[in-house]
């Protein structure tokens, strides 16, 4: 990418500046210390389109094009010139290129590998803000536009076409979306790919493989996510669940130059990163979303060095030696001298009988911008009284005809932050049903009504409402370390002062050592956030449980 005035993407020239800076004469000067020279030749071309390895190039002089590829021609979308760099946020993540680096100018180069970059943007601060606000912006830029590696075929009437459309948005990778409910010749577009109405949704991943309603996993692997990762190499730390304590615990951990690696199940951010907006997190007085605050953090994380791997969920503890083992869904365990739990909580499924039947389909337990176009002008309905349904009912309330928050309790009072209560009662679209629940669901494929029922009369009233935001309870996700750790009554993992003598395996802890306050029953495996008995359920809590656990890891890596 480059300056304004060559870029082939439509941008304001304010933002343009920010995506495509010139360095001066002095700051490409100090890049230049930190790599090789390379000689620029016309049509050469320096990077492909999914290369694996992404070498960073600052122009000294001459011309590279960038350029998507695509099936009827290489389009080109920006170029550098003298004082320009290279690449966006794959850099950072150290995944596959998303596009073609090619020379249209011969010249001359400073060529960095990605190690050397790092180097360059954790000791430079000016520089280092200068690439990072690009390759942010440019990443934004591109997702905002539809301009990447991927096209997915859809249909609003599909649950599974919005999974993948949340992944990929979550995860923040550009594609393109083509509605198959819009397009006038849909059977046309369905052969040119060899697949049918039932495949929905396809995928086509770098123009090369198509893969039929694929799983999360698969896409990761298609997109090459984790291909940088080494499972076999021991880390100084192994985080399980990428959301704000764990994303904090990352920063912290490879900001102080510890081996860390991040296990994902989804997506970086959590609960937290479908948040609509967060407007009592320290610091930001107008709100922030919460998948902005976890990007942010996730940057921050991949900035200092902090591996990220995605849609891999973590199936057991190893816990009979150390290091400990992390067992995923398929391949090898992987090892790591200290672990921090912070995989959270999901939301409680209501008993309703045919609930699983509507999941995607009318039934979501987030509310994002896609959710949020999904019931414009229609009458919703969220479940739950504490702050993510507040959020999500005023969020929603932007465009829905009618928001419904259901709760079972006789108000909001005792489970919501009062500035939330104020907007709900201010809100001419939002209507408070207190002691009711909803206890039946119907439709053909999607959700059609519901039925409520008032818990003071009992009496069952049906409404025409299609869609459902459940926003209701925790469940820690803690299936996997059971027979390794203790847990409370509720399956929260128990640390610190919590732990009984009878929950301390016999021969794992010394002679007058205890758990430290974020310490599990195992030594050196330490819980923090929504999955810690006891814990606050607050982003601005679990990101401070979060930094506190890497002063403990020192000290267990010290022992």
Same mark, same amino acid.
């Given at each position: 990418?480059?300056?304004?005035?060559?870029?082939?993407?439509?941008?304001?020239?304010?933002?343009?500046? *920010?995506?495509?800076?010139? *360095?001066?004469?002095?700051?490409?000067?100090?890049?230049?210390?930190?790599?090789?020279?390379?000689?620029?030749?016309?049509?050469?071309?320096?990077?492909?389109?999914?290369?694996?390895?992404?070498?960073?190039?600052?122009?000294?002089?001459?011309?590279?094009?960038?350029?998507?590829?695509?099936?009827?021609?290489?389009?080109?979308?920006?170029?550098?010139?003298?004082?320009?760099?290279?690449?966006?946020?794959?850099?950072?993540?150290?995944?596959?290129?998303?596009?073609?680096?090619?020379?249209?100018?011969?010249?001359?180069?400073?060529?960095?590998?990605?190690?050397?970059?790092?180097?360059?943007?954790?000791?430079?601060?000016?520089?280092? /803000?200068?690439?990072?606000?690009?390759?942010?912006?440019?990443?934004?830029?591109?997702?905002?536009?539809?301009?990447?590696?991927?096209?997915?075929?859809?249909?609003?009437?599909?649950?599974?076409? *919005?999974?993948?459309?949340?992944?990929?948005?979550?995860?923040?990778?550009?594609?393109?979306? $083509?509605?198959?409910?819009?397009?006038?010749?849909?059977?046309?577009?369905?052969?040119?790919?060899?697949?049918?109405?039932? /495949?929905?949704?396809?995928? =086509?991943?770098?123009?090369?493989?198509?893969?039929?309603?694929?799983?999360?996993?698969?896409?990761?692997?298609?997109?090459?996510?984790?291909?940088?990762?080494?499972?076999?190499?021991?880390?100084?730390? $192994?985080?399980?669940?990428?959301?704000?304590?764990?994303?904090?615990?990352?920063?912290?951990?490879?900001?102080?130059?510890?081996?860390?690696?991040?296990?994902?199940?989804?997506?970086?951010?959590?609960?937290?990163?479908?948040?609509?907006?967060?407007?009592?997190?320290?610091?930001?007085?107008?709100?922030?979303?919460?998948?902005?605050?976890?990007?942010?953090?996730?940057?921050?994380?991949?900035?200092?060095?902090?591996?990220?791997?995605?849609?891999?969920?973590?199936?057991?503890?190893?816990?009979?030696?150390?290091?400990?083992?992390?067992?995923?869904?398929?391949?090898?365990?992987?090892?790591?001298?200290?672990?921090?739990?912070?995989?959270?909580?999901?939301?409680?499924?209501?008993?309703?009988?045919? *609930?699983?039947?509507?999941?995607?389909?009318?039934?979501?337990?987030?509310?994002?911008?896609?959710?949020?176009?999904?019931?414009?002008?229609?009458?919703?309905?969220?479940?739950?009284?504490?702050?993510?349904?507040?959020?999500?009912?005023?969020?929603?309330?932007?465009?829905?005809?009618?928001?419904?928050?259901?709760?079972?309790?006789?108000?909001?009072?005792?489970?919501?932050?009062?500035?939330? =209560?104020?907007?709900?009662?201010?809100?001419?679209? =939002?209507?408070?049903?207190?002691?009711?629940?909803?206890?039946?669901? /119907?439709? /053909?494929?999607?959700?059609?009504?519901?039925?409520?029922?008032?818990?003071?009369?009992?009496?069952?009233?049906?409404?025409? =409402?299609?869609?459902?935001?459940?926003?209701?309870?925790?469940?820690?996700?803690?299936?996997?370390?059971?027979?390794?750790?203790?847990?409370?009554?509720?399956?929260?993992?128990?640390?610190?002062?919590?732990?009984?003598?009878?929950?301390?395996?016999?021969?794992?802890?010394?002679?007058?050592?205890?758990?430290? $306050?974020?310490?599990?029953?195992?030594?050196?495996?330490?819980?923090?956030?929504?999955?810690?008995?006891?814990?606050?359920?607050?982003?601005?809590?679990?990101?401070?449980?979060?930094?506190?656990?890497?002063?403990?890891?020192?000290?267990?890596?010290?022992?």
């Amino acid at each position: 990418m480059a300056t304004a005035a060559t870029s082939a993407l439509t941008i304001a020239p304010d933002r343009a500046a *920010l995506m495509f800076p010139r *360095l001066t004469p002095a700051q490409m000067d100090r890049v230049s210390a930190h790599g090789t020279v390379r000689t620029l030749r016309h049509g050469e071309i320096l990077v492909e389109a999914g290369a694996q390895t992404v070498p960073f190039f600052m122009i000294r002089s001459g011309q590279v094009g960038i350029l998507r590829v695509c099936e009827e021609g290489d389009q080109l979308i920006a170029t550098h010139g003298a004082g320009a760099f290279s690449g966006e946020a794959n850099m950072l993540l150290g995944r596959p290129s998303l596009m073609r680096l090619r020379v249209s100018e011969a010249g001359e180069a400073i060529e960095l590998t990605r190690d050397q970059l790092l180097t360059l943007v954790q000791n430079d601060t000016e520089i280092g /803000d200068i690439v990072m606000r690009g390759y942010i912006y440019r990443r934004l830029e591109l997702v905002a536009q539809g301009i990447g590696d991927v096209a997915l075929l859809g249909s609003t009437h599909c649950a599974a076409t *919005l999974r993948v459309k949340e992944f990929l948005f979550r995860n923040g990778h550009p594609y393109t979306y $083509v509605d198959l409910d819009h397009e006038p010749d849909v059977e046309a577009i369905l052969a040119r790919f060899h697949v049918s109405s039932a /495949d929905i949704p396809v995928l =086509i991943c770098r123009g090369e493989r198509i893969l039929r309603n694929p799983s999360n996993e698969e896409i990761a692997e298609c997109l090459g996510f984790n291909a940088a990762i080494d499972r076999a190499h021991v880390r100084d730390v $192994v985080i399980v669940g990428g959301g704000p304590a764990g994303l904090a615990a990352a920063v912290y951990g490879a900001s102080e130059g510890l081996d860390v690696l991040v296990i994902e199940s989804t997506a970086p951010g959590g609960q937290a990163g479908s948040s609509s907006r967060i407007e009592n997190y320290l610091g930001f007085p107008l709100g922030i979303s919460g998948e902005e605050l976890t990007g942010r953090a996730l940057t921050q994380a991949q900035k200092f060095g902090a591996q990220v791997m995605i849609a891999k969920g973590a199936t057991a503890l190893e816990c009979a030696n150390v290091p400990y083992r992390v067992r995923l869904g398929d391949g090898p365990s992987i090892p790591a001298r200290t672990v921090i739990l912070s995989m959270g909580a999901q939301y409680r499924h209501p008993a309703i009988e045919n *609930l699983a039947r509507f999941h995607g389909a009318g039934v979501y337990y987030s509310a994002t911008p896609m959710e949020k176009q999904l019931c414009g002008n229609e009458d919703v309905v969220v479940v739950g009284g504490g702050n993510s349904a507040g959020q999500a009912a005023v969020f929603l309330a932007q465009t829905a005809r009618r928001v419904y928050m259901v709760v079972r309790r006789d108000g909001l009072a005792d489970t919501m932050s009062r500035y939330l =209560i104020k907007r709900i009662e201010d809100a001419s679209n =939002i209507e408070l049903r207190t002691q009711t629940e909803i206890v039946a669901l /119907d439709g /053909d494929g999607h959700l059609g009504s519901i039925h409520w029922r008032d818990n003071r009369t009992q009496a069952i009233e049906p409404r025409p =409402i299609r869609h459902v935001f459940l926003m209701t309870g925790a469940v820690p996700n803690t299936a996997w370390v059971r027979g390794c750790l203790a847990l409370d009554e509720r399956g929260f993992v128990k640390t610190g002062t919590a732990l009984t003598r009878e929950d301390l395996p016999a021969g794992r802890w010394p002679a007058g050592k205890a758990p430290q $306050v974020l310490e599990t029953s195992l030594p050196g495996v330490f819980a923090v956030g929504d999955v810690r008995s006891g814990s606050m359920k607050r982003v601005a809590s679990a990101v401070g449980e979060g930094s506190t656990a890497i002063s403990l890891v020192h000290q267990a890596l010290a022992q």
